[in-house]
């Protein structure tokens, strides 16, 4: 069975700078990788108006965190995923916690939370402060 080149591997190919049409371009993921891996050029096309405005923003601007998490799994980029060892090792570890929570601690809204947490950074640098002030909306 023959198989079929990936996106990846048909840009990547030397001497190549091929135009791609994005047909139901969307908010312009396939359109903004294709650029990034050697396309020559893009037409992105899209019936929906609101689609077509995304894609625009898309292709001149920073991505949105799933528009990078989309774009590092189509490049094969792991290093933002957890691996299998990684969540069953953050669940053992949890396990305690799960089993037994300790009783939760109010503290007044809008604040960085309880003075008791506090007591959880001794030893460390401690928390760093937001730059905003305190907020009165709720988290």
Same mark, same amino acid.
């Given at each position: 069975?023959?198989?079929? *080149?990936?996106? =990846?591997?048909? +840009?990547?190919?030397?001497?190549?700078?091929? @135009?791609?049409?994005?047909?139901?371009?969307? &908010?312009?993921?396939?359109? !903004?990788?294709?650029?990034?891996?050697?396309?020559?050029?893009?037409? @992105?096309?899209? &019936?929906?108006? &609101?689609?077509?405005?995304?894609?625009?923003? @898309? +292709?001149?601007?920073?991505?949105?965190?799933?528009?990078? +998490?989309?774009?590092?799994?189509?490049?094969?980029?792991? &290093?933002?995923?957890?691996?299998?060892? %990684? %969540?069953?090792?953050?669940?053992? @570890?949890?396990?305690?916690?799960?089993?037994?929570?300790? *009783?939760?601690?109010?503290?007044?809204?809008?604040?960085?939370?309880?003075?008791?947490?506090?007591?959880?950074?001794?030893?460390?640098?401690?928390? %760093?402060?937001?730059?905003?002030?305190?907020?009165? =909306? *709720? !988290?």
């Amino acid at each position: 069975m023959r198989r079929m *080149p990936t996106q =990846r591997q048909q +840009l990547g190919r030397e001497g190549r700078a091929p @135009a791609v049409l994005d047909l139901g371009c969307g &908010t312009g993921l396939l359109s !903004a990788y294709c650029l990034k891996h050697g396309a020559g050029s893009v037409v @992105a096309v899209d &019936t929906n108006q &609101t689609m077509v405005n995304l894609c625009r923003r @898309a +292709l001149g601007r920073e991505k949105l965190p799933y528009e990078q +998490l989309l774009g590092d799994a189509l490049d094969g980029d792991m &290093t933002r995923f957890a691996t299998q060892p %990684i %969540i069953e090792g953050t669940w053992t @570890a949890l396990a305690p916690v799960v089993a037994d929570p300790p *009783p939760a601690t109010v503290y007044e809204p809008g604040t960085m939370g309880p003075e008791t947490a506090d007591k959880l950074m001794e030893g460390y640098h401690g928390w %760093i402060q937001p730059v905003a002030g305190p907020s009165d =909306r *709720p !988290a």
